[in-house]
Every structure is written in structure tokens, then in C-alpha cells.
């Protein structure tokens, strides 16, 4: 590792220090992963627990279960060290489930192959069906924790519900049931992952939650419009994702590969300019100006291989925006339209 010391924020209303960087497990585990596969993630699960990171953000539906397993794997005897968080609220269709059983056998034929998986996008989608009743999170949540191989759950968040299940009376009995498992021990604190901002408002007198995740980044700035601001007067922790914004800060994408996959664009293009004034690459850039707002508990960075670590280490480890570099960002990307 680079040597860089990580650095530790207070988690809402909780008593947890969490690292201000942490391990984004959406990409790790799958069919069509490359890299080294299993063996590799798991090496870089345990280099990123030396290096500092202590909070791990997973979901039941990331690789139909297999990051959870990943992760489990990773720390069963390090469970004391460290907070994963884990999400519930899809529903894995019955043909993705097979899949968990062919996976074995299909993988050294995609990699012989060289079949490569689309970058992914910010949000799983609409097409996937959810379900929010108490009956089935509890289930969800249970399933979870076997694949976990733990007794508990650190934090056990809604996965992307949306605003008319937020608003609904079966999801107040559906966090009446999110308390029945905290008070049984087996989830520790509970919260909501959205996939927009304007959603927060909703949230903010939810019964029992203690924190948000939320899409921030310097892409994605909306959030600094009152959202951190209500979130933290109530005392909820905030995870931000997306400070890499889905990878489209790539330094290898053209810019006809920027208007075909990425709404803002234009955005992309200004902060190029303004980071190669800098002397900064745009990558650092992003990370650093997300690192710069101090209510956010942590940032969650995906992370696929000890060389992907360790890059995202040397840009964690670089100098910080100034005031003056940061409300240039602020302003100068910002005014660019979608």
C-alpha cells in the first residue's frame, strides 16, 4: 500500500468510527468478473481491512448473493473488526438463482472466451422486481446473514425503495419489523440506500433509522442543496456513493464514448479541463472533493483488485482540494448542463 493513514468519522447517531473510505462490494463475485475471480477478491478484502477501511457495503442482490459470500468469507475470523453493511428489498428472479449453481462451470469458458461484463450502471433498475413487506425482509435479511456467515448485521438497509413505498403504511409495519430484528440481535441498525436525493425528504422521520445513502459526487451534486444539511440535523449517518461516478472519469473514454453513456457529459469534459490546469487527474479530483464534506460518514469506493486498492489509495493519499480549487469545482461544473 501507498503508506497513507485512513481516517475515521463519527457515523450519525451511532457509537461507530468509520472509515472515511469503504469497500463498495457491488463488483466483486459474478459470472462474468475477471481479474482473478474469488481468489483475488478475497485478497483484496483482506488488504483493504490492513490498510484501515473498516466498513464493507454490500447487498443480497450484488453477483445473486456471492459478494455477501465474499465478504463473509473475508472476515469470519475478523468479524470484530469490522461493520458490513448489507441491503435487502430486490428480488433475485428464479433464473438468476440458477445461475449461483452453474457459476463454477461456466466461469473458465467466459474467461477463455475473454467475455467481458457492461460497466454498471447507478442504479440496478426498474425491470428487477422488489418486495418490502415485513415477511420477506425478514427472510431477505435472514438469507443474508447465512451467506454472511454472522450471527448480525452491522446495518441492514431498504434497498432503493421508492417514494410511494416510502410513503406507504406497509412500510412503517415493514421498520417495525426492521426493530423486531435489531431487538433479537441479528441486524444492529437499520437505514434507507435511495437512488435520488429528492427522495431524502422522506425518509427524514422514518421510524428508527439511523442512516442514508445517498448518490453524491462531483458529478452528482444535488445533495448539497439542504439534503446533508436535514440529514445530519437529525443525526443520520450519510453514506455517499458514486464519487467515481460509475467509472465515466475514465481518462480512456472518448468523448463519443461519454455521449453515448453519460447524461452529463458535458460535466466530464469541464472537469478534464480543469483538473489538467491542476495538475490533477480528474479520478483524484473527484475523490478529493467528495473527501472535502465533512458530514458525509463515508464514502464508498469500488474496489475489484489490490491494484485497484492501491490506486485508490494514491489518490485518497494526495493533497487535498484548497478552498480556492474547491469552490472552482463547485461553480465551474456544476454550471453545466445535462
Same mark, same amino acid.
Given at each position: 500500500?501507498?503508506?497513507?493513514?485512513?481516517?475515521?468519522?463519527?457515523?450519525?447517531?451511532?457509537?461507530?468510527?468509520?472509515?472515511?473510505?469503504?469497500?463498495?462490494?457491488?463488483?466483486?463475485?459474478?459470472?462474468?468478473?475477471?481479474?482473478?475471480?474469488?481468489?483475488?477478491?478475497?485478497?483484496?478484502?483482506?488488504?483493504?481491512?490492513?490498510?484501515?477501511?473498516?466498513?464493507?457495503?454490500?447487498?443480497?442482490?450484488?453477483?445473486?448473493?456471492?459478494?455477501?459470500?465474499?465478504?463473509?468469507?473475508?472476515?469470519?475470523?475478523?468479524?470484530?473488526?469490522?461493520?458490513?453493511?448489507?441491503?435487502?428489498?430486490?428480488?433475485?428472479?428464479?433464473?438468476?438463482?440458477?445461475?449461483?449453481?452453474?457459476?463454477?462451470?461456466?466461469?473458465?469458458?467466459?474467461?477463455?472466451?475473454?467475455?467481458?461484463?457492461?460497466?454498471?450502471?447507478?442504479?440496478?433498475?426498474?425491470?428487477?422486481?422488489?418486495?418490502?413487506?415485513?415477511?420477506?425482509?425478514?427472510?431477505?435479511?435472514?438469507?443474508?446473514?447465512?451467506?454472511?456467515?454472522?450471527?448480525?448485521?452491522?446495518?441492514?438497509?431498504?434497498?432503493?425503495?421508492?417514494?410511494?413505498? $416510502?410513503?406507504?403504511?406497509?412500510?412503517?409495519?415493514? $421498520?417495525?419489523?426492521?426493530?423486531?430484528?435489531?431487538?433479537?440481535?441479528?441486524?444492529?441498525?437499520?437505514?434507507?440506500?435511495?437512488?435520488?436525493?429528492?427522495?431524502?425528504?422522506?425518509?427524514?422521520?422514518?421510524?428508527?433509522?439511523?442512516?442514508?445513502?445517498?448518490?453524491?459526487?462531483?458529478?452528482?451534486?444535488?445533495?448539497?442543496?439542504?439534503?446533508?444539511?436535514?440529514?445530519?440535523?437529525?443525526?443520520?449517518?450519510?453514506?455517499?456513493?458514486?464519487?467515481?461516478?460509475?467509472?465515466?472519469?475514465?481518462?480512456?473514454?472518448?468523448?463519443?464514448? $461519454?455521449?453515448?453513456?453519460?447524461?452529463?457529459?458535458?460535466?466530464?469534459?469541464?472537469?478534464?479541463?480543469?483538473?489538467?490546469? $491542476?495538475?490533477?487527474?480528474?479520478?483524484?479530483?473527484?475523490?478529493?472533493?467528495?473527501?472535502?464534506?465533512?458530514?458525509?460518514?463515508?464514502?464508498?469506493?469500488?474496489?475489484?483488485?489490490?491494484?485497484?486498492?492501491?490506486?485508490?489509495?494514491?489518490?485518497?493519499?494526495?493533497?487535498?482540494?484548497?478552498?480556492?480549487?474547491?469552490?472552482?469545482?463547485?461553480?465551474?461544473?456544476?454550471?453545466?448542463?445535462?
Amino acid at each position: 500500500m501507498t503508506g497513507a493513514s485512513v481516517r475515521y468519522r463519527a457515523f450519525g447517531k451511532t457509537d461507530w468510527n468509520v472509515s472515511e473510505i469503504g469497500f463498495g462490494g457491488a463488483r466483486i463475485g459474478g459470472l462474468l468478473a475477471q481479474d482473478g475471480g474469488r481468489a483475488t477478491s478475497l485478497r483484496t478484502l483482506a488488504a483493504a481491512l490492513d490498510a484501515g477501511i473498516n466498513f464493507y457495503d454490500t447487498a443480497d442482490m450484488y453477483s445473486q448473493g456471492e459478494s455477501e459470500i465474499l465478504i463473509g468469507n473475508a472476515f469470519r475470523k475478523a468479524r470484530d473488526k469490522v461493520l458490513i453493511a448489507t441491503k435487502g428489498g430486490y428480488c433475485i428472479p428464479a433464473g438468476k438463482k440458477i445461475i449461483q449453481f452453474v457459476k463454477p462451470f461456466a466461469k473458465p469458458i467466459i474467461r477463455a472466451l475473454k467475455i467481458r461484463r457492461m460497466p454498471a450502471a447507478s442504479g440496478i433498475g426498474g425491470s428487477i422486481p422488489q418486495n418490502f413487506s415485513p415477511g420477506y425482509i425478514r427472510n431477505a435479511a435472514e438469507a443474508s446473514l447465512r451467506r454472511l456467515r454472522s450471527d448480525y448485521i452491522d446495518l441492514y438497509q431498504m434497498h432503493s425503495p421508492s417514494r410511494e413505498v $416510502l410513503r406507504s403504511s406497509q412500510f412503517e409495519d415493514t $421498520l417495525g419489523e426492521l426493530g423486531k430484528l435489531k431487538s433479537e440481535g441479528k441486524i444492529r441498525q437499520y437505514g434507507i440506500a435511495l437512488d435520488s436525493v429528492h427522495d431524502a425528504p422522506h425518509c427524514f422521520d422514518l421510524q428508527g433509522i439511523s442512516s442514508l445513502q445517498l448518490p453524491f459526487g462531483i458529478l452528482d451534486m444535488e445533495a448539497l442543496d439542504g439534503v446533508f444539511e436535514e440529514t445530519s440535523k437529525r443525526q443520520l449517518g450519510i453514506i455517499a456513493r458514486g464519487c467515481f461516478a460509475g467509472g465515466a472519469l475514465k481518462g480512456s473514454l472518448t468523448e463519443a464514448d $461519454l455521449q453515448a453513456s453519460e447524461p452529463k457529459w458535458e460535466r466530464v469534459l469541464r472537469l478534464r479541463r480543469i483538473a489538467e490546469k $491542476l495538475g490533477r487527474s480528474p479520478i483524484e479530483i473527484a475523490l478529493q472533493f467528495s473527501l472535502r464534506e465533512p458530514r458525509i460518514g463515508v464514502n464508498i469506493i469500488g474496489m475489484r483488485t489490490p491494484a485497484h486498492l492501491a490506486s485508490n489509495f494514491q489518490h485518497y493519499s494526495s493533497r487535498p482540494l484548497s478552498d480556492e480549487e474547491f469552490q472552482k469545482l463547485l461553480t465551474d461544473v456544476s454550471a453545466v448542463g445535462v
